[in-house]
Nanobody, 127 residues
Framework: VQLQASGGGSVQAGGFLRLSCAASGRPFSNYEMGWFRQAPGKEREFVAAIRWSGIGTYLEDSVKGRFTISRDNAKNTVYLQMNSLKPEDTAVYYC?????????????????????WGQGTLVTVSS
């Protein structure tokens, strides 16, 4: 599956952005989807994940209450709504896909568990 992330940009602290990740090539509903981010000089870290059905999400503690992950399988797209942005959210954001239609297995948070990656979209939050 090919992934194309978009929606990044520059905003002031407290602002919002909505990232999109469009998938193509294989049935989108066969994949769990995740968002990761990588700040300069830091390792890639987990942000959010969503089950193939859209029922079931998991977010990293620092973004809970501010970010929401969702998907539209009819549009082959996963979204990351980011509200109340902070300067520490500044990073390149990547979407990723993991093969599988699991119902009960925990959503994965390690980049090593994901099979396909988009090219990344830059989010810059200024104070």
């Amino acid at each position: 599956v090919q992934l194309q992330a978009s929606g990044g940009g520059s905003v002031q602290a407290g602002g919002f952005l909505r990232l999109s990740c469009a998938a193509s090539g294989r049935p989108f509903s066969n994949y769990e989807m995740g968002w990761f981010r990588q700040a300069p000089g830091k390792e890639r870290e987990f942000v959010a994940a969503i089950r193939w059905s859209g029922i079931g999400t998991y977010l990293e503690d620092s973004v809970k209450g501010r970010f929401t992950i969702s998907r539209d399988n009819a549009k082959n797209t996963v979204y990351l709504q980011m509200n109340s942005l902070k300067p520490e959210d500044t990073a390149v954001y990547y979407c990723a896909a993991r093969s599988g239609t699991y119902y009960y297995a925990p959503l994965k948070t390690s980049p090593l568990d994901y099979d396909y990656w988009g090219q990344g979209t830059l989010v810059t939050v200024s104070s």
